[in-house]
C-alpha cells in the first residue's frame, strides 16, 4: 500500500524550531519529487515546498524562504521540513506529498504561539 | 505568480444534479512541452486531499467517471455528472505548469441542497 506518514508537528514558540517528518512506504521513494502542502485554520491549500529526488534542487514558496529547509533521506525513505523562526502564521496542518501530488499523507499539526 | 480563480466558491447542488466548477489562470498554463499541467483536487470534510484529474482530462485511478475535466490554455472546468452525497467537499485547482510556487485555486465548497 502506498502511504506517507507525517509526525513531529506540536505547539512551538514564535522563532523557535520545528522539525517535521514524513515517512514513505509502498513506492520507489528515491524516484520521486517530494512536496510539502500546508492548510491553515479554515483555509485552504498552500504549496510550502519540493525537493528534487537526489535533494540537489530545492524550492521553497517566498513566505518561508530562509527559515525553512526542505531536505530526504532516501536510505530511510523520509522526507524533513525544519522550521526555524516559525511565525504565527506558519501554524497549519503540514502534509508531506509526492511530486505529482497524487499521494497525501494524513498531516501534522503545527501550532505557533507563546 | 500565477493566480488561480475558481468559481463559485460555494456550490449547493441537488442530489442526482449536475455540477460544474470553473477555474482561471491568470497565464496561459501550456508547458513548453506541449502539456498543461493543472490539476484537480477534492477535500472531502476531516480527510487529506486527493487528486482527482491530472493535466487537464486524466481521471486518476479509482475516480468515478462522473467526474470529468476540460479546458485549455486559461480556463478549466471541473464537472460532476450526477452529485452523490459522497462528493460533499472542497474542490482545488492546482497548476504545476509555472512553478516556484505551484498555485492553488481559493477552493469551491460543494454541499447538498
Known amino acids: 500500500e502506498v502511504q506517507l506518514v507525517e509526525s513531529g508537528g506540536g505547539l512551538v514558540q514564535p522563532g523557535g524550531s520545528l522539525r517535521l517528518s514524513c515517512a514513505a512506504s509502498?513506492?520507489?521513494?528515491?524516484?520521486?519529487?517530494m512536496s510539502w502542502v500546508r492548510q491553515a485554520p479554515g483555509k485552504g491549500l498552500e504549496w510550502v515546498a519540493n525537493i528534487k529526488q537526489d535533494g540537489s534542487d530545492k524550492y521553497y514558496v517566498d513566505s518561508v524562504k530562509g527559515r525553512f529547509t526542505i531536505s530526504r533521506d532516501n536510505a530511510k525513505n523520509s522526507l524533513y521540513l525544519q522550521m526555524n523562526s516559525p511565525r504565527a502564521e506558519d501554524t497549519a496542518l503540514y502534509y508531506c506529498?509526492?511530486?505529482?501530488?497524487?499521494?497525501w499523507g494524513q498531516g501534522t499539526t503545527v501550532t505557533v504561539s507563546s | 505568480d500565477v493566480v488561480m480563480t475558481q468559481s463559485p466558491l460555494s456550490l449547493p447542488v441537488t442530489l442526482g444534479q449536475p455540477a460544474s466548477i470553473s477555474c482561471r489562470s491568470s497565464q496561459s498554463l501550456v508547458y513548453s512541452d506541449g502539456n498543461t499541467y493543472l490539476h484537480w483536487f477534492q477535500q472531502r470534510p476531516g480527510q487529506s486531499p486527493r487528486r482527482l484529474i491530472y493535466k487537464v482530462s486524466n481521471r486518476d485511478s479509482g475516480v468515478p467517471d462522473r467526474f470529468s475535466g476540460s479546458g485549455s490554455g486559461t480556463d478549466f472546468t471541473l464537472k460532476i455528472s450526477r452529485v452523490e452525497a459522497e462528493d460533499v467537499g472542497v474542490y482545488y485547482c492546482l497548476q504545476g505548469t509555472h512553478w516556484p510556487p505551484y498555485t492553488f485555486g481559493q477552493g469551491t465548497k460543494v454541499e447538498i441542497k
Open positions: 506529498a509526492s511530486g505529482n501530488m497524487d499521494v
Open positions: 509502498g513506492f520507489t521513494f528515491s524516484d520521486s519529487w
